[in-house]
Structure formats: C-alpha cells, structure tokens
C-alpha cells in the first residue's frame, strides 16, 4: 500500500516536471472576460459555450456595444474586446498599446421590406439613394417599377425606417451608401448613427424588423443574421459588377474573396466579386499585441490566444451557420491565425 | 437612554448618504457636460442641429428640449380632463360605493404597469388605429406618444387628488350644504379649493413622470432628430435620445449626451420649484 502510493506520488512529479519541460500552460481553469459588439454575440455565446464545455475555459461575454467594447478594452478592464468596425488609424494610436483585429464571422445587412404579394424587388444603387435621401416616395415610382419589371408595386408612400441606436449595422449601411452615391457621402456620410433626411426610428433589430412587419409601404435595413432567422422578406441588391444578389450565407462569404490585408481591417462592402452581396463586413475580436498588463498571468494570456485560434478554426467556423452568421474563408481564417501567431506574453509569442 | 442618540445617529448618516447621491449624480453630469458646453457654448441648447456623422459633429438639444416638453404638456392636457373628473368621482360623487373601488383599484393598476407594456400595447393597437384615422406618420409622432403618455400619467394624478379630495373636513361640505349649496356648487367653491394644493402637487408629479418617460416614448414618437412642426409630425425626446445613442457614443457625443441629461435634470427642478411656488401661493 505505502509503497503504490510512493509510485504514485513519483508519478506524479515526474509528469508535472515533463510539463514543465514542455512549458505546457493549463489553460483549464482561467476564465475570461470579454465585452463589446451585440451584432455577433448570438453565435459568441454559442461558440464559447462550446468551448467551455470543451476545454474547460470560462467565457463570459458582455454584449455591451461596439464602442463599450473598444472603451473596456482600452480601460483594460477585459482580456479581449469585440467591435463590428475596425479601429481607425487615429483610434488605434490613442489606445495604450499595439491592438490587433481577429475577423471571427461575417454579417451583412439586409434591405426588409413590407409590400404583400411583391417578392423579389431589386434594388439598384440608384434606387437605393433615391428611396433613402426621400427623392422617391412612391413605391409605384416610374424609377421603381422600370428596374422591376413583372412586379406589381401598389400605389403606396415609402416609409424609411432606420435605427434610431447607435449601431454597427447603420455602420455598414452608411459605409456601403457612402460608396455607391456622393450625394448621400455629402448629405448623410457614415457613422454609427446619423442625420436621416427621411424616416423613422426604432431601436434595434428587433425594434426595425417588428416596425417593418407591423406596417405596410415601409422599408429599413437589417442584420442578416436577425433577418436569416427571423425569415423576413428582403430585396436584392445590386453588386458592384451589376448583379442582383440576394443575401446568403453564400453571397456574404462571398465578399470576403478578394484581396484581404494582412491585418484584416478592411470594409468589405461594394465587393468585387461578382457573386456577393454588396453590404457584407467582417466583425472582429480586438485584443493587445502584448498581453503581459495589468498583473495578467500567463495562463490567461495563453487561454486567450487559444481560445481566438480555436474561433477560427474550421470547427468553430461551422457553427456560425448554424446561428445564420456566414464563416470567414479559409484564405481570412490563415491571416487571422498568422495575427495570433505575432501576439507575445512579455515579448515571446504564445503559440 | 442611547437609543434617541443611535436613533439620531442613523438618521443623520442615512439622509447624509442621499444627500452625496445626490450631489455625486449633479457633479458627475456636470463634469461630463462641460467638454459639450465647452465646444458650443449656450449654442448647445438652441441650436436645432443635430449631426453624429463623423468628421462633421454638430449637437444641438433644441428638437429634444423641443420634443420633450412639446409631449409631455400635451400629455398633461390629454390627462387633466379625464383625471380630474376619475378624482372626483372617487373621491367626492361616489366615494365608498363599490363602483368607486373597482374603479380605484383599475386605476391604481394602470401605475403598475410596465412601460414597455405601454409602449407595445401602443405600438400594435394604438397605432393603427390611428393609421386608419391618416394621423401622422404612419401613426407614429408626438400626438401617438402624447396619448400614452396621457394614460400613463392618469393614475399618478388621479391617486393623490383623490386622496387630498377624500380628506376634506365633512364639517366645511355640511356648512356649505346647509346653506343651501348643491353638489355642484360645493365641489367648486368648497371641495377644489381646500383640495387645491394637494391636487396641483399630484399633477406637478404627473408632468414629472411625463417629461423623464423613455420606453414607450422611444416606441412611439419616431426618433426623428427634429423639431416637430406639427404635434402630428415625428420627433424625439430626451431621455427617449440619450436611452438611444448611449450605447455606442463616446467622445463629443457622449458628453453632449450628459448635457441633455443634465438640461433635463435642471428642467424637472424648474418645474418642481415652480410647482411649489403655485402651491405656496394658493394655499
């Protein structure tokens, strides 16, 4: 008896001191904090759960808005942040140190509308201007009709209806506005919220999506992923090479297929490719190039990075279809784990 | 013997704790408000410009100063009707009888309502009705918002009127009878006035109720950075505003933000202080 448990007890020293030679960090009993985007939190809460389960690793995420996300993340008060818009050159030299962006899944928005019996409506880049800056005011427009031909559009007043938070996805829409007419960069321009000429404001995707469905002649834009699941009606919109896409899982990867920069941070709306569809983006998890602030020990630096290397792994990247987010190409999912690779713990890389 | 000092003891520490609250809260809006006053000037409150476009930020707090007031005196309008005779009801025709309970009893149930109920049951029943009457834009606007409003400040200032009404010495309403007064003419010449104060005071917190209400107005008014030129046209309020851009705003924006907080807290002051002034003077 005395002598097996010596063994064991042997056994035991041994295998710690061959894990200490591998410098093998256990990673099992960290948990970690992380606050920001709402856009992607549907399929953060799922993947992290998985994870959880998996490995061991606790993941608590605040879905607190893409802003409070930069803010925690500079207060240092979390081990990585999440932004639905990449920070700025200016933004990125005002934080305390170097920040790298992890794309994890993608999004899009989608154009909803409410018009019974008129499926399909294709909208084009100048339709689009015309109905949001209020040139067009009929749904029975001559422009309108002329672009959706067969269709049969009633004799209605549109009502815009737009976010009245400040929003990532009135980001993407601004930024895609914004490329396909000047006027509406002169008169409107991009941001988070903005000056609408014309419409309603309601709060959050749900507060769009029920105000859409609850009125008829409206039109607003929406998170595909609420859109997805919700199966709300939406139009097709016309890509940079002239196509009329309709939003799918397909059609948002699709934007992500040409030239990335290497450190992701890139507005992918008005794609080139000519099977995308044309307001899609990138959503990111932010963190610090050096992860050794704050008193923050090693092992959770190590979770952090594992856990972000795991997100863009092909496995995680599966789930995101399932909650109606489109995953990021293999070609992105390569960048970002190069980007994970350069992130050290006082000055040496922890993967 | 010690138990009136400990007694003193806590009621002083406790009310000097409301106290810090207090002042903690007027100093933190205030410091937070100083970068927006700074870079506008008293431009900040009658400037009708409200821009959160980046590289061309211009806030001004005139539409929701605007929108606020323009809601909540119309609410206080809509309410005043319908409340008072609820008082009066209560309180002085049919005191004690069964109709006046449960009448009572629904009304004190409308308080309890959530506002987010309000907001919804306005949002899918309100709403189109008032779609089908053509009023506003598509049934959203200040008027839409006004009205549930109005309901929702109906308990307030119908609670304490009633309950002032209630309290009217028997002795003052019999003398008025004796000397040959009807109901009518005893309601206003004895029971309103002795009840005067009290009811203005239930009224002052109705309208204070009116002017920091968000959910629901934030459902219903159409968050439209405007000025309303009509009361049939969309705006916005407030509280309904910084309930809204709070989340991604930093920055200018954030602390234009707390300037409108802090204008509002500065206008529910206003209105209590001119609340007791009236009371005062009446009494």
């Not at chain 1, 919220?193 to 995707?205: D, F, R, T, Y």
């Not at chain 2, 409340?83 to 309890?112: P, Q, W």
Request: net charge neutral; hydrophobic share 45%; with cysteine.
């Amino acid at each position: 008896m005395k002598q097996a448990l010596v063994i064991l007890l042997a056994l035991f020293v041994l295998a710690s001191c061959q894990s200490n030679k591998k410098k093998e960090v256990s990673t099992s009993n960290v948990s970690l904090t992380a606050a920001g985007a709402t856009f992607p939190m549907p399929y953060y809460n799922m993947v992290f759960k998985m994870y959880t389960d998996k490995v061991g690793t606790a993941v608590t995420y605040g879905g607190i808005g893409s802003g409070g996300g930069i803010k925690s993340l500079a207060d240092k008060v979390v081990d990585f942040g999440a932004s639905d818009a990449f920070l700025e050159d200016a933004k990125l030299a005002e934080m305390p140190s170097t920040v790298v962006h992890i794309p994890t899944c993608m999004g899009a928005v989608v154009l909803a509308y409410n018009l019974p019996g008129v499926d399909g409506l294709k909208l084009s880049s100048e339709l689009l201007e015309k109905i949001f800056l209020g040139e067009i005011t009929k749904w029975n427009d001559a422009a309108i009709a002329k672009n959706n031909e067969g269709l049969t559009l009633p004799n209605q007043d549109i009502t815009v209806v737009y976010r009245s938070d400040g929003s990532g996805t009135t980001q993407i829409f601004s930024d895609y506005m914004s490329k396909i007419s000047t006027k509406w960069a002169e008169k409107v321009g991009t941001g988070k919220s903005l000056n609408w000429p014309v419409g309603i404001g309601a709060k959050g995707n749900p507060g769009v999506a029920g105000t859409i469905s609850a009125t008829a002649g409206t039109i607003g834009y929406i998170g595909s992923e609420y859109s997805f699941s919700m199966k709300i009606q939406t139009a097709l919109v016309q890509n940079k090479s002239g196509n009329y896409v309709e939003p799918s899982i397909a059609s948002i990867s699709a934007a992500a297929k040409g030239n990335i920069p290497e450190d992701t941070r890139v507005m992918l709306t008005n794609s080139d490719d000519p099977e995308s569809y044309p307001i899609s983006g990138f959503t990111w998890i932010i963190l610090y190039k050096e992860q050794a602030y704050n008193n923050r020990s090693i092992e959770q630096a190590t979770a952090t990075v594992k856990l972000l290397d795991w997100l863009t792994s092909s496995e995680a990247q599966a789930v995101a279809e399932k909650v109606h987010y489109a995953p990021i190409p293999e070609a992105t999912a390569i960048k970002a784990k190069n980007i994970l690779k350069s992130i050290t713990f006082e000055g040496k890389p922890i993967l | 013997m010690n138990s009136d000092k400990i007694t003193k003891i806590v009621l002083l520490s406790v009310s000097l704790i409301i106290i810090l609250i207090a002042g903690g809260m007027v100093f933190s809006l205030v410091d937070g408000a100083i970068p927006a006053f700074k870079h506008f000037g008293l431009k900040f409150i009658v400037s009708n410009n409200w821009d959160p476009t980046e590289g061309r930020e211009n806030y001004g707090a005139l539409p929701f100063i605007a929108g606020t007031l323009l809601t909540s005196v119309l609410a206080l309008l809509i309410a005043l009707p319908l409340s008072f005779s609820t008082s009066l009801f209560l309180g002085e025709y049919f005191r004690k009888t069964r109709m006046a309970k449960i009448l009572g009893t629904m009304v004190d149930l409308l308080a309890g309502i959530p506002s987010i109920v309000y907001g919804l049951w306005g949002f899918y029943t309100l709403r189109p009705i008032l779609i089908s009457m053509g009023i506003g834009n598509q049934g959203f606007g200040v008027f839409t918002a006004s009205l549930i409003l109005a309901i929702m400040i109906i308990p307030y200032a119908t609670s304490l009127s009633n309950e002032i009404i209630s309290m009217v010495p028997a002795d003052l309403k019999e003398a008025a009878y004796s000397l040959g007064a009807t109901r009518l003419e005893v309601i206003t010449t004895v029971t309103v006035p002795a009840a005067r104060s009290g009811i203005i005071a239930g009224y002052i917190l109705a309208f204070g109720r009116a002017i920091g209400e968000t959910m629901a107005v934030t459902m219903l008014i159409g968050n439209a950075n405007l000025i309303p030129t009509s009361i049939f046209d969309t705006g916005n309020s407030m509280a309904s505003l910084i309930a809204n851009q709070f989340g991604e705003a930093d920055g200018l924006k954030l602390s234009s933000l707390i300037a409108i907080g802090l204008i509002l807290l500065v206008m529910t002051g206003m209105i209590n202080a001119i609340g007791k002034y009236i009371i005062r003077k009446m009494s």
